[in-house]
């Protein structure tokens, strides 16, 4: 029993140990106890090493079961100074039936959303990738000024396979 134990630990060390070793760059940014602010843009800026290189380019969204709605819309910029692209996504957050889809226990969920899957980038400048919320309730114009139950964003960049 201790053999099929030890053995789990040392399978799981190692997939995790091999999952890090594709990330070149992550930071979290904590949001305000009052929710996401429809003017709030979370920046992080990233230096590619090389333009031989593919990324991929993931957001990170940890949730509670405060945030109201089943899907979040986001407005992202990668800029470099010679390149700018905006793109408008929007990433199911949970099931038909209401059960939050990303990983996690209890009430706090984390979802791994795919940003750019082959992004690679022109020079070595360095990147500025800005995320906002974009979420409005149907049938409205304007945004929710604050979109709660989003804890925290992060934005994490691996070597593509």
Known sequence: ???????????????????????????????????WHKDSVVRMNFVPKD???????????RNDNEYPYSNLFLIATLENGKQKIIDTL?????????NW?????WDLKESKLIYKN????QDTLPVQISVRQAVRKTGQIPGDEYLPGIKTIGIIIEKAN
């Open 118 to 121: 082959d992004y690679r980038p």
């Open 1 to 35: 029993m201790a053999i099929i134990r030890n053995s789990l630990i040392f399978a799981g060390l190692l997939w995790l140990t091999a999952c890090q070793n594709h990330v070149v760059f992550e930071s979290t940014k904590v949001i305000g106890l009052e929710g």
């Open 101 to 105: 889809l990303g990983s996690g226990i």
């Open 51 to 61: 333009t031989a290189t593919a990324y991929q380019i993931f957001f990170l969204v």
């Open 90 to 98: 929007e990433y199911e957050m949970a099931d038909a039936k209401g």
